[in-house]
């Protein structure tokens, strides 16, 4: 979903990219804060305190932000590479699996439904780049792609509400897993 506003807040990335790019710190550089500041929220997750849920949530939010700034920084530099990309994916779904991890140890949700969103998150990137493999475009297929379950989890725990936020992520990224093992079958019939 929002994929589908990308175009009208890209002059702002581009300048964020920019801007950031002015201290030197590579793409890669951005890529592995995000991974750090996704370590972070999963460390304040597992500490099972809910005053550390508010920087749990904050440090969520960093994270993917960080993950915005990489990729613009990558395009203002001229650095588009792809072994960017491959690093910049494969870290994102480590980061992921850091946050519920975090969440699993903190205790916010029965371990079988954090596993469950888990899953179906992995699924919906992993369903992505397998339809893109076999010649399909995939990118903003889906109402939960990465970028909404971020802010969807980070929101929910700020506002003390982790439990929930697991189970939307989990009916979104079911919701999201189904939509493109359909829209990929579907193209996959008619290329064929």
Known sequence: MLNKIRKLIEPLTTKIGFTAAKTHIPPSGWTALSLIAALASSYFYALEDSNATVYAGVMLLLSGFLDVVDGA????????????????????????????????????????????????????????????????????????????????????????????????????????????????ADALKKLS
């Open 73 to 184: 920084v990558a395009r203002a530099t001229n650095r588009v590479s792809n072994i960017g990309a491959f690093l910049d994916s494969s870290l994102d779904r480590l980061s992921e699996v850091v946050v519920f991890t975090g969440v699993l140890l903190g205790g916010y949700a029965p371990p079988y439904l954090v596993l469950l969103a888990l899953s179906f998150s992995l699924l919906v990137s992993y369903c992505r780049a397998r339809g893109e493999s076999l010649g399909v475009k995939v990118f903003g297929v889906g109402i939960g792609e990465r970028a909404e379950r971020i802010i969807v989890l980070a929101v929910l725990t700020l506002a003390g509400l982790v439990y929930w936020g697991i189970i939307v992520i989990f009916v979104l990224a079911l919701v999201t897993y189904v939509h493109r093992l359909i829209y990929v």
